[in-house]
């Protein structure tokens, strides 16, 4: 029972009134934010992050989770309603959500990717209560040459696995190496690239660069993609699924939610790629698969369950290695390092506290989203149906003030609105930001690891050979590395033109 | 929202409703997206970041490399600017047909003046406060890069700024600087 004893603990702090009610904040305003077109999970994290700002370690990341799980499900409503997809992983939630919404059944398709999110979600949790202490009693051995090598399997997996061009995906990882390496140098202290700017001297706040990148520069594609045809918000009326609706989306539910955990594991599009496979899976094993792309519920039910599972088991690798394993995760990793938590093997050993706190907040989180996101369909129907010329001024004024009141610089400001830009530029020329935030958060770890190593090793490289453990996880690097770009080599080679599916997805 | 804010036209809801399976709907959504950027965009863009990693290069050996046993400050960002370069200069050979990213379109204005105004914030914040500018950047991008009328642009600024107001201000007493 020992091991109950620091989870039930946990619960008692999350369960105070005042966690509560900022748990319940997190969501409204997370969903809020989420529902907007064009902001996706990490724009919504990002321009957010601000507002758990000055709270207590715990309380700020029980609001965390409930913004986390708001923004996802944000992404869902408006691929059901606007039949515009928040993030990748709810693409495949178009083809079935959208359907439903034209033949007046929004309210279902809304409410049944609700209920199957929350189950997903909470599975997930279950599997990580149990399998993250454990991973991470496993990885309390490992030494700098472990680090260094998981640090940068976890950069190159998140900018291989990325849609989109995969070397331009490494050139972005590698300039947001590089540019987390600005500021004073924790080995020598020596001033790097601060070309003599106090302000620079503490290095580049990850809060600044996500606003920038995500936020800001997510504001600015929008208001050049804003001119594009868009449908207006399906009605919707009979959010409460019947039972017919439930007993066709159980299987698929299930199926979704176990799937997703599985897959969410591994680094990369771990939830869209769950959410695509549950679509496959739902298919296949339907009675008539005919129905699917044409309002099927399970369409709906399986891919939805999955990839919340997937976005929950995400927090697996976060939580017992330190590492993000995708651009989501980069912004919670970060939010956490901003409440001096650093995720990682020996944060369940050495803050129980924190850790458990951090666990059962998604338990939380995720059955506020439950409760609330059923009776608040319609508050979000009316915020869908605002202009997005109004919009956008009041997001990016708040994402302006929230980056000044970080640490009250209009630097900051001059930065955020930098890189608000360069966000904006490396969309329109093919580069992810998505691996540029993941490998800045990662940068510190990665540079401190490799030094660690190389004094370990007293600069003899071979003794690498000596590490079983960072001997595979190189040589899965290599695969991941390698493969990927032979394949695209090949590809060109055969001149194929470069496919535009996932052309219109935002961060 | 159902109408062009550029030509005023109303939109073909009927190509909207068209799209029936999820093939037909990729079909649509490639249609509807913006064309993928050629050649040069991707040449530019690549000699940009090969040129910040040759940069970076410089300024790395400018700060130390050191050796394998005792590795210097410019140690570990030479290695990835090096790795930037590198891998730069192979997508400016592989990428030139194009194929990435979309094409700046006439449409790509907006945003220049909509970095412009944030600009014009960021510096008029420290020397008035926020209001005035909170008032201006609502009111161009809600009148001229949202297509709004004078009129609502006029009443949703000030609702804009009086709601930030007593949120920033009045309710959350953060640091913001302000007039009133």
């Not at chain 2, 030509?7 to 409703?17: A, F, V, Y």
């Amino acid at each position: 029972m020992d091991f109950f004893a620091p989870v039930i603990d946990g619960f008692g702090t999350v369960l105070e009134p005042g966690n509560l009610l900022y748990c319940f904040i997190g969501v409204l305003v997370g969903m809020l934010v989420g529902v907007l077109p064009g902001l996706g999970p990490s724009a919504t994290l990002a321009i957010l992050l601000p507002l758990t700002f000055g709270l207590e370690p715990v309380t700020a990341i029980i609001m965390l989770a409930g913004i986390f799980y708001g923004a996802q499900y944000g992404g869902t409503i408006t691929s059901v309603l606007l039949r515009l997809p928040g993030e990748a992983s709810s693409v495949v939630t178009v083809f079935d959500g959208y359907q439903m919404a034209k033949q007046g059944r929004a309210g279902t398709a809304l409410g049944v990717a609700a209920i199957g999110s929350f189950i997903g979600g909470t599975a997930a949790i279950i599997g990580l209560t149990f399998l993250a202490p454990l991973i991470a009693s496993f990885a309390l051995d490992f030494g700098p040459p472990e680090y260094a090598a998981l640090a940068l399997l976890g950069v190159t997996l998140v900018a291989t696995i990325s849609s989109g061009n995969k070397i331009k995906a490494l050139i972005a990882a590698a300039l947001g190496v590089f540019l987390a390496m600005v500021g004073r140098d924790v080995f020598t202290g020596t001033e790097r690239f601060t070309f003599g700017n106090l302000s620079l001297g503490d290095g580049i706040d990850f809060v600044i660069v996500a606003m920038g990148l995500f936020g800001v520069g997510e504001i600015l594609y929008n208001l050049e993609e804003r001119h594009r045809a868009s449908a207006p918000p399906k009605k919707v009326a009979h959010v409460w699924p019947t039972k017919n609706d439930l007993r066709r989306s159980s299987g698929a539910i299930g199926r979704g939610s176990v799937l997703g955990f599985l897959l969410g594991i591994l680094p990369g599009g771990g939830a869209t790629i769950s959410s695509m496979a549950a679509y496959g899976v739902e298919k296949k094993i339907a009675k008539e698969p005919s129905r699917f792309g044409k309002g099927a519920i399970e369409g709906v039910a399986g891919p939805e369950s999955a990839n919340n599972a997937a976005a929950t088991s995400s927090f697996i690798p976060l939580l017992s290695l330190g590492i993000p394993a995708n651009a989501t995760m980069a912004m919670m990793f970060g939010a956490l390092l901003i409440q001096g938590i650093t995720p990682g093997p020996l944060l369940v050993s050495d803050e129980p506290e924190l850790f458990w706190g951090v666990v059962n907040s998604m338990y939380i989180g995720n059955i506020l989203l439950l409760i609330m996101a059923i009776p608040l369909i319609g508050v979000f129907v009316k915020v869908l149906s605002v202009r997005p010329a109004i919009l956008a001024p009041i997001t990016v004024l708040i994402t302006l003030i929230g980056a000044y009141t970080v640490k009250n610089s209009v630097f900051d400001l001059v930065l955020l609105v930098v890189f608000g830009l360069i966000g904006y530029l490396m969309k329109k020329t093919g580069f992810e930001p998505g691996p540029l935030v993941l490998a800045f958060v990662l940068a510190e770890m990665l540079e401190s690891n490799v030094r660690r190593s190389l004094l370990l090793f007293e600069g003899h490289l071979a003794e690498v050979f000596t590490r079983p453990i960072t001997v595979s996880l190189l040589a899965l690097l290599v695969v991941v590395v390698v493969l990927p770009m032979v394949k695209t080599l090949l590809d060109r080679a055969k001149s194929t033109p470069v496919s535009k599916e996932e052309k219109g997805l935002h961060v | 929202m159902m109408s062009n804010p550029a030509s005023g036209e109303p939109i073909d809801d009927l190509k909207l409703e068209e799209a029936e399976t999820p093939d037909e709907l990729l079909a649509l959504w490639e249609a509807e997206g913006p064309a993928p950027s050629g050649g040069i965009a991707n040449l530019v863009a690549c000699m940009v970041t090969g040129a910040l990693g040759v940069t970076g290069m410089v300024l790395s050996w400018n700060l130390g490399l050191g050796s394998l046993v005792d590795p210097g400050p410019g140690f570990f960002p030479f290695a990835v600017a090096l790795i930037a370069a590198v891998l730069s200069a192979a997508q400016i050979f592989l990428g030139r047909r194009g194929g990435d990213g979309e094409k700046f379109t006439s449409y790509s204005t907006m945003v220049v003046w909509g970095v412009l105004s944030l600009a014009i914030f960021v510096a008029l914040l420290p020397l008035i406060g926020f209001e005035i500018p909170s008032l201006l950047l609502s009111f161009v991008w809600m009148k001229f890069l949202g297509g709004e009328t004078w009129r609502s642009a006029t009443i949703y600024s000030l609702l804009v700024v009086a709601a930030f107001y007593a949120i920033f201000v009045a309710a959350l007493r953060t640091q913001i600087p302000h007039l009133f």
